[in-house]
């Protein structure tokens, strides 16, 4: 399954009320120094040192929206950043180091055969309708969130990240042991898992409901740090701050309540509406800032804020058992046959990079191949295929026993970056006689042709969120997602060695030996069987006012606003 953390789906209702004229954005952009200055300043004594405001909202927007409240279901961005401010996880992830440290859970440990893992709960904590969080409410969850609950039309949603999961069980009030039927290394990140399909905690009252009676967001009860007063399908979604929060994870040095008082998130699909709402001041912050609006946003004053994703990197899968991927000429000259530099100097800003590796280099584990398989060398290319018999035809695209080199791909765009990018691959790969079809479309349509990918695509185009190494398992396990379509049908792949490769990740926590883990499963991926094709590594785009301090990036590239505020303090 991919990421699918930034849906550019909308509504018409949402795209109306929105829209600016052309001449009233220019308008906007020129007045953007001005706003700046006017804005700029502090408003609030205590804000000129630095120190906290208390109060006021947040007016944030996005290029999505929510389509349910329920945080355990939401599969896109926009869903797992507002479920992640009012929900919280078992740890918290440090997003520099990747370093799992307490969060609802004071301590942990776990077998050596790393199947059971027990956590000591805080005692403190409780829903927002007052109930207690404990183990019984652990188990609950996990239960619901990986079996689901077909009398309440609740599907299950982690069986993919909670892999093998057996039972939680309640050794006490406080004492919660999770087990899994095979080694589950991965599982202690999981704990801290903040992006799609996330387990984040409800209380029992919310999971007693259905999937219809949760679209009610009053019903919808975590233990974070802002609960819902209103939710607006395809337009927006507004929390408020919860009275008597006072358990933020530690590492995040933040007491008590959050600072804001209310966000407002807003659905608005256009770049330019977003920045224009930006520079006008009608919002304070937006994420999705397009590469064109980064350097004249700066300019006028704005803070740009930008943190890699960490999992995967937009990469392409290649369908091993599909005619012509399925010869790994094909995909070892594709790696090698188009101009990464030409991409970053033409289509990235400095808030991205090109992917040197399928590992996004904030992942423990990620080993650089810039100077080998992901170097651009077309004539090496063109050898590789010369070699495995791929004639230059008259049009010049290759032919191999009557059969052009015609290779289709399904992308996604949600990200501005994904289709110019897919595009220069796309001229540089016909200079070598590859031609690469491009479908690129928004997520519904992705989502529905991504069923036939085995059968019709040669390329499916995509990222993962999981700051962990064993995000490569779970995406390319042939016993889980398969993202590369290892079958008999692959040619001198192994799927054995697929399996067990990979699957090494989820056998030990000794850093030493995952990070050696991590690298022959690179080597297996890129080198020996060259079953992906890296392109960048995306980034979540932040442009907010000079008054807005402390938006989070978590190490899913997520953001938290418990520590948010603005020094305005409207």
């Known amino acids: 399954m991919s990421d699918l953390h930034s849906s550019i789906e909308s509504a018409t209702s949402a795209r109306k009320k929105w ?21 700029g300043g502090s408003a609030d004594p205590g804000a000129a040192d630095g120190a906290p405001v208390r109060g006021g909202t947040l007016q944030f927007a996005l ?22 401010n009012i929900t919280d996880k078992l740890t918290w992830q440090d997003p520099k180091t990747g370093e799992i440290t307490p969060w609802l859970a004071q301590s942990w440990e776990y077998n050596k055969d790393l199947t059971e893992f027990t956590f000591h709960l805080r005692r403190d904590v409780t829903f927002s309708d007052g109930s207690p969080f404990n183990a019984e409410a652990v188990k609950a969850n996990f239960d619901q969130y990986v079996h689901g609950d077909p009398s309440l039309g609740i599907l299950p949603n982690g069986a993919t ?10 050794v006490d009030q406080y004492t919660a042991v999770v087990r899994f039927e095979k080694p589950l290394a991965s599982f202690l990140q999981a704990s801290s898992f903040t992006a799609n399909a996330q387990p984040g905690f409800l209380s029992p009252s ?8 949760r679209t009610d967001p009053k019903k919808v009860i975590g233990t974070g740090p802002f609960v819902y007063e209103s939710w607006e399908p395809q337009a927006k979604t507004v929390l408020v701050k919860r009275n008597g929060y006072d358990w933020a994870p530690p590492a995040l040095r933040h007491q008590g309540e959050a600072y804001l008082d209310r966000i407002v998130f807003n659905t608005i699909p256009e770049a330019s509406v977003r920045t224009g709402s930006l520079v006008s001041g009608t919002i304070d912050a937006t994420l999705d800032v397009g590469t064109t609006d980064e350097k004249p946003l700066s300019a006028q004053g704005f803070e740009i804020l930008h943190r890699g994703v960490s999992g995967t990197a937009i990469r392409f899968d290649f369908n091993s058992s599909l005619f012509p991927t399925n010869d790994i000429a094909v995909r070892k000259a594709i790696q090698l046959g188009w101009d990464r530099q030409t991409i970053q100097k033409t289509i990235l800003t400095d808030s991205y990079s090109v992917a040197n590796s399928i590992l996004e280099p904030s992942v423990p584990g990620h080993v650089d191949y810039s100077g ?13 295929l010369d070699e495995a018999g791929w004639a230059t035809g008259p049009d010049g695209i290759r032919v191999k026993d009557g059969k052009k080199l015609v290779v289709k791909l399904l992308g996604i ?23 690469l079809q491009l479908t690129v479309v928004p997520i519904p349509d992705y989502t529905a042709q991504q069923a036939k990918a085995k059968t019709d695509w040669n390329v499916v185009a995509a990222n993962r969120s999981r700051n962990d190494p064993a995000v490569l398992n779970l995406q390319y396990g042939p016993q889980n997602g398969n993202g590369a379509y290892v079958t008999k049908d692959s040619t001198g792949v192994d799927a054995n060695e697929v399996t067990q490769v990979l699957g ?7 850093p030493a030996a995952r990070t050696q883990y991590a690298k022959e499963a690179q080597d297996l991926l890129l080198d020996k069987y060259a079953l992906v094709n890296p392109v960048y590594n995306p980034s979540q785009v932040i442009a907010q006012a000079p008054y ?11 953001n938290h606003f418990v520590d948010t505020w603005k020094s305005d303090g409207k």
């Open 413 to 435: 765009n949600n990200l501005v970056v994904n289709k110019p990018a897919y595009e220069s691959i796309q001229q540089d790969l016909r200079k070598i006689g590859i031609d």
């Open 206 to 213: 919310t999971l007693k409901l259905s999937a219809e009676q």
């Open 161 to 170: 990240l909670l892999s093998g999961y057996l039972e939680t069980r309640v």
């Open 548 to 558: 807005v301090h402390g938006i989070v990036f978590d190490a899913q590239s997520r």
């Open 19 to 39: 829209r600016l004229p052309a001449i009233a954005f220019a308008i906007l952009l020129i007045a953007g120094i001005a706003f700046a200055a006017t804005r």
């Open 63 to 84: 290029i999505d929206y929510q389509r349910s409240p329920d945080p355990q279901w939401g599969t896109n961005y926009a869903e797992s950043l507002i479920g992640n």
């Open 504 to 510: 090494r990740l989820e056998t030990t926590l000794d």
């Open 372 to 384: 080998s398989v992901l170097k651009y060398d077309p004539e090496q290319a063109a050898r590789i």
